[in-house]
């Protein structure tokens, strides 16, 4: 490549490399048959195992666990002994983030103190394996493909199970996406009046939880265009992928290999009964499947990062 | 102003102008004690009413009029006698044209389909009054101020109780605002296989209605800011203009003084037992009050988009 400068230096030499620059050159050049003009580069990302660590637990999660435990006011200990045993057993599951916010959000906060809430815990949480911010923690292959797409004229957004209120205080730093380009699970919210002006309060009902055909029902809604790059890790973001798929799109899954520096785990859903599963469709729907033991030079950039 | 180029021309010189641009002035200056950084200047602007003309019906019920008109598959005469006769006695609720789109969305068109048919409608259609397309019955001042908004860093949304999906089509060339900017009320979709491929199809369900508080809960939930600036005429725009209102802030309600060249009406809610009403919330919280008939030289700019 001469003299240019490397837009994914920490990804390896090999086929998903390849494809994902040979994509940004065709869309992005006017004389190419797949000229994609600049309002139609819509690329979507799922957050949590697609961006940024998910194990051993969400983030959204260990916040959550942090609140209720700060919190005695709110909760019984034994309430709280019960929530942590339930919350243990279906830990990865969306819907029980939104059930173990419900005892939090009881409360009546506003979507304003949520935020405030957030970005105060983030700033000081350590994940538990790496005792480093869960903001530290986002792929640096994955920053580097964001910074590719955004650079190419790309609007890129992120479309994730954990709530949009949770990702928006440290989107902008962490990702470069700005916070209303963040689509995510929320609750149920209601105008009312705190003193002599207006709220928006976060009522415990869940309003949407993003997660399969939600995410295409939500990127029809919001964003009302078809992506044409899509990148996913789970069960949850298959439906995301196959509305993207098309002969010129870009549908990537990232595939957890790598328990040595990461964690190992398998795309597919732990429910049998939804039938073909993640692999199966990235096979046969022609994905390109990120091995990250192989595909990726670093996961995390700790080093430079640790200084913030 | 010397040989500064005045950015709002169709604007008469008065208090309104004045409060306009001194507000851009205040806010775009860096060295401003007003002074708000680019990613924070929000602008929300309702739409029917207050960017395009809303009278003797709205352009989405004349669309659901001339559909329903057509597809006589679809429903039967009398049916259709009923829906308009029923939808002439509440013709300017957010929810009588939700209801009228029942009939029509009963057949499960796609969110793309609905957006095309719309397309085509509006470069066809004409209204029964100034006989010109929909689209040049945009306000003129409006334009202007959307412009230099624009022009001063500000995101413009437009936030609407027709169905964002019937402004979409004509946002960007009407307004300059693009399709992910327009929030408006929507109905239920949901996903499904059409043929091989997947399609977002719409269902005769509310999911969202936008009007009075719905339009504060959804700006939130969207944009996850509050915005600096809002434009509204009606009662269903009170709660934006009251979320908006701050000392620093600009918050401006069309007052439709002019039957000559557009039409009178009140912008207060014509129920009664809703108590204060938009006059009485624009005078306590010091709103401007653009009176049509005074403040705007020009309301239409016909001559120039005949053309089109």
């Given at each position: 490549m001469g003299n240019i400068i490397d837009p994914l230096p920490s990804w390896h030499e090999?086929?998903?490399?390849?494809?994902?620059?040979?994509?940004?050159?065709?869309?992005?050049?006017?004389?190419?048959?797949?000229?994609?003009?600049?309002?139609?580069?819509?690329?979507?990302?799922?957050?949590?195992?697609?961006?940024?660590?998910?194990k051993p637990v969400l983030a959204q999660v260990a916040y959550f666990k942090r609140k209720l435990l700060d919190e005695d006011v709110l909760v019984t200990t034994s309430k709280l002994r019960r929530t942590m045993h339930w919350a243990k057993e279906i830990l990865f599951d969306s819907l029980s983030i939104l059930k173990l916010g419900f005892t939090f959000f009881r409360k009546g906060i506003t979507t304003e103190e949520y935020r405030a809430s957030?970005?105060?815990w983030i700033s000081h949480a350590k994940h538990p394996r790496f005792k480093t911010h869960y903001t530290n923690l986002a792929y640096q292959p994955m920053l580097e493909v964001l910074a590719y797409f955004e650079q190419n004229g790309f609007s890129n957004y992120i479309v994730s199970g954990s709530t949009a209120n949770f990702i928006r205080p440290w989107s902008q730093d962490t990702y470069q996406v700005s916070v209303n380009r963040v689509i995510g699970s929320s609750l149920k919210t209601r105008l009312s009046l705190r003193g002599d002006s207006l709220a928006v309060k976060?009522?415990?009902?869940?309003?949407?939880?993003?997660?399969?055909?939600?995410?295409?029902?939500?990127?029809?809604?919001?964003?009302?265009?078809?992506?044409i790059a899509a990148f996913g890790n789970s069960f949850g973001d298959v439906d995301m992928l196959r509305w993207t798929t098309d002969s010129n799109a870009l549908c990537v899954l990232i595939h957890h290999t790598d328990e040595v520096r990461e964690y190992k785990y398998s795309p597919n859903s732990r429910f049998r009964w939804f039938g073909k599963n993640t692999l199966c469709y990235a096979k046969s729907l022609n994905w390109h499947v990120v091995d990250m033991k192989k595909d990726w030079k670093i996961i995390f950039n700790l080093t430079a990062k640790r200084k913030c």
């Open positions: 090999g086929d998903i490399k390849r494809s994902i620059i040979s994509f940004i050159e065709r869309v992005c050049d006017q004389h190419s048959e797949h000229f994609v003009p600049i309002e139609n580069r819509i690329a979507t990302f799922d957050n949590d195992g697609t961006l940024i660590v998910e957030v970005a105060k976060l009522e415990p009902i869940p309003f949407s939880i993003e997660s399969r055909a939600r995410k295409v029902l939500s990127i029809e809604r919001r964003i009302a265009k078809r992506p």
